[in-house]
């Protein structure tokens, strides 16, 4: 009887506990917003943090805030929806787990609008307005201004999205950068609807004043840019108030970035330099922030767009040379990872890539997971304890996230694969389209457990190293001398292990030899690019200036004869 009495307690408990933070919100948008039904993700967020708004302080970091994710149909004007509180969340997955007391709310309605695929496929996605696919920005997306409240038992909150973020102003031309905006006949097919590639031109000096100059093109591969920058004309603002960058842990990084920048203006001006064209390519898309600059089943032909329509525009618009040998890639990160496959895809397209701290170019090494061989993304195999797989560290170690967390966020943020964010757009971009017209999941979102079969298919279309080294006879002469790749061996993200790999097997080619470089920075965090004279603070603001001496060396030893070599160098 002891026992029941016991039991029934605790279930009374339990109950309690759960009623208390089941606190019900009910959510509408402003009619003045719109007149038709509406389809996204909803996000409700919490903060104990008056700092920032809540929608940007949610991150993969031990400090983020809260946020739950719910997607909405045809929601109308008018119409009061019950947030449904057992929507996944991050970092806390149940609402009931909510501890209670006073927080900033506010609610971010991510809209969706509606494709109807080449593939005959329709699907509701979030359109990239000009700002990079951040949700938490985007024009066009409804909020609620944050109010703070109380979460306690039998409370009802009400909460009204009534505004609407603005759109963004566009950057001017000068004499020196230019914005190329065209359609793109292939994306257009794929998609449904008109798709406009963008690039951001940086000329050479006296391109006006000798109209008889070809140029050769290097192209800045990398996330979204809203403008060309690194590139400033005029010395540093001496009223600018010094800024602390708790990335580097430096005051005043606010002044160096502008120093750098009116550096590279001196140099760029400079008598001897070398007269080339840069761009960096605006290929923003319902799923990220970039296309990976290669063909997806799910993000369309980019890779095909950006070489053979966007590019090709651009150097008759501005007298490039138009010519595989005169054309160079580089990059960090995703644009150490887009140049590389840039390369490795369009073989003879270009003349040589050199690839700073790539995303994972051997999924053998997908961060700390081995995506053909692991059973599970985010623990460690163990018969009897479960140990995540570490996601993010500092050099000397120290773990702040794991790869569990992330993906958790992800998930909150939106379902398949539409949370713009790192891990889905990886997803999106190497997976085949499964029969909802969404990507396959590599592994279950919740658990982690790895789909071995969409594995595969990652392993035949997008492992770098596995498709040089299956095709290397064919692609080996292509590609001899074309290949230089960067990586700090304390890469935040662990993509120092893929290197590792990649160099393995690049050392052991023959018939030709790669006849590249491989190159690792010692403690070196993510985005070293090769400099061992400068911190990694500085050596990143040079990506335009660095590789010019090898990009010279390689473009004087493989040109054809009759190339162009004069026309440019005045």
Known sequence: MKQLLYIAALLLVFSC????????????????????????????????????EPRFQISDGPNSQQVFGMDVSNWQPGEVLQFDMESFGYPVSNYSQLPEGKYYVQALLNRYETYNLST??????????????????????WLSQPMEVEIKQG???????DFEIPAIKLPSDTKYIKHVKMKSERLSEFWGT???????????EGFEEHPEAHYPLMVFHGHFPADFYGFRTTPVDSTLQSEYSQR???????????????????????????RFIIINIQH???????????????????????????????????????????????????????????????????????????????????M??????????????????????????DYLGHVNSSVRDMNHRE????TKSRSGQQFDIWEAVYSPMGEDGYPKRIWDKKTGAIDHEVAAYWKENYDLRYIMEKNWATLGPKLEGKINIYCGDMDNYYLNNAVYLMEDFLEGTKDPFYNGKVDYGDRAEHCWNGDHDNPNYISRLRYNIMYVPQIMERIKNSAPAGADLTSWRY
């Open 368 to 393: 700390l997971i081995d995506i053909y061989e692991d059973e599970n993304a985010y623990f460690y195999n163990a018969n009897l304890k479960q140990v995540d797989r570490p996601a993010h560290r």
């Open 155 to 161: 409370q009802k909150i009400e909460v009204n999205l």
């Open 248 to 274: 580097f842990q430096i005051d005043g990084y606010n002044k160096i970035v502008e120093e750098e920048a009116y550096d590279f203006y001196k140099q760029w001006t400079s008598e001897n330099f070398p």
């Open 120 to 141: 005959g496929h329709t699907v509701q996605l979030p359109p990239d307005k000009g700002e990079g696919q951040q949700w938490n920005r985007k024009p066009g997306n």
């Open 284 to 366: 923003a898309n319902p799923y990220y922030d970039d296309s990976y600059a290669v063909n997806s089943a799910n993000i369309g032909p980019y890779g095909d767009a950006i070489t053979y329509e966007l590019i090709p525009h651009i150097e008759k618009q501005f007298r490039g040379i138009g010519e595989g040998w005169s054309r160079f890639l580089y990059g960090g990160s995703t644009g150490g990872w887009e140049a590389l496959a840039a390369q490795v895809m369009y073989p003879e397209a270009y003349n040589g890539c050199f690839a700073a701290c790539p995303d994972p170019i051997d999924f053998r090494a997908y």
């Open 411 to 414: 998930l909150a943020l939106g």
């Open 17 to 52: 506990e759960k009623q208390s933070t089941t606190t019900p919100f009910e959510i509408a948008f402003d009619p003045s917003l719109a007149e038709g039904g509406q389809n996204g993700r909803l996000l409700l967020m919490f903060s104990n943090s008056a700092e920032a």
């Open 194 to 204: 008109d798709v406009v590639l963008g690039a951001n031109v940086l000329l050479p």
